[in-house]
């Protein structure tokens, strides 16, 4: 293989490696959005558990009070 045919298929795999790296990239940063997302809903499942276990704590405070 010619000087130059060596010399393009390396410009080639560099274009590939940075192709590859930028989605490896992108990648990362959804999973830490998701990652975030979750923790998220979780906050929001837990409060509302929390919510409903105040009111039903106040109905028995009211059946027996």
Do not use: W
């Amino acid at each position: 293989m010619s000087l130059e045919g060596q010399f393009d298929n390396h410009k080639k795999r560099i274009a590939i490696t940075r192709k590859l790296m930028e989605n490896a990239r992108q990648r990362i940063k959804l999973s830490l959005e998701l990652e975030k997302e979750l923790e998220n809903l979780e906050l929001q499942r837990r409060m509302r558990q929390l919510e409903l276990e105040s009111k039903l704590l106040k109905q028995q405070e009211k059946e027996l009070g």
